[in-house]
Structures are given as structure tokens and as C-alpha cells.
């Protein structure tokens, strides 16, 4: 069973628009039956033991769907670089591309 979950943390709110937009790109590939959870981290050790990379992180099967340099064990917010410049969250169309190379 494929797994999607959001990772993030409680001072960064852009998990919640993360989410939506994964269930949106999920639903766009035609896949709805994928299930999306969502992870809080509380501790370092908890960014530490997952594909942490900053709130939010959106993982396939553990992976992250948008690999940077390494993890992070900084329970920080996340910026995407998106066509309409840095966010919180990535764009649909790109969690729909992250999505489509791997299902």
C-alpha cells in the first residue's frame, strides 16, 4: 500500500495547505484511494528519525517528494520554490509532477 504523509511541525501552518494540496494533486492522477496523513514532530529526535526536511515535508513511502540537500533536525518551517516565488507549500502542478514520476 502506498503511503503519503505530510511531516510539520506545530508553529508552521502551511502543513495545512500542504495537505489539501496533496489530497487535490492525488485526486487529479486519479488516485483518491491513496490515503494522506499527517505527522506532528515534536522533538529534534523525532525530525531526526524521519525524511524531515522543514514543515512541511510531503513523503511518498517515507521519501521525500521534494529531496534537498539533507534532513533537518530543526523543528523549522520550509520554503518551496514555486513559479510565484518562495511559499510554504509546494504548488498542486508540482506535487502532481513529484507524484506522477513515482506512482
Do not use: N
Not at 495545512?16 to 522533538?43: F, K, M, N, Q, W
Request: with cysteine.
Amino acid at each position: 500500500m502506498v503511503s503519503v504523509e505530510i511531516l510539520h511541525v506545530d508553529e508552521c501552518p502551511s502543513w495545512e495547505t500542504a495537505e489539501a494540496r496533496t489530497r487535490e494533486a492525488l485526486e487529479s492522477l486519479g488516485r483518491p484511494d491513496i490515503p494522506v496523513s499527517t505527522r506532528l514532530l515534536l522533538t529534534a529526535e523525532d525530525a531526526a528519525r524521519s525524511a524531515f526536511a522543514g514543515s512541511p515535508t510531503i513523503t511518498l513511502d517515507g521519501t521525500d517528494l521534494f529531496p534537498t540537500e539533507g534532513r533537518a533536525s530543526d523543528l523549522a518551517c520550509r520554503v518551496y520554490v514555486t513559479p510565484e516565488g518562495l511559499r510554504g507549500a509546494p504548488t498542486v502542478d508540482q506535487i502532481v509532477d513529484a507524484l506522477r514520476s513515482r506512482l
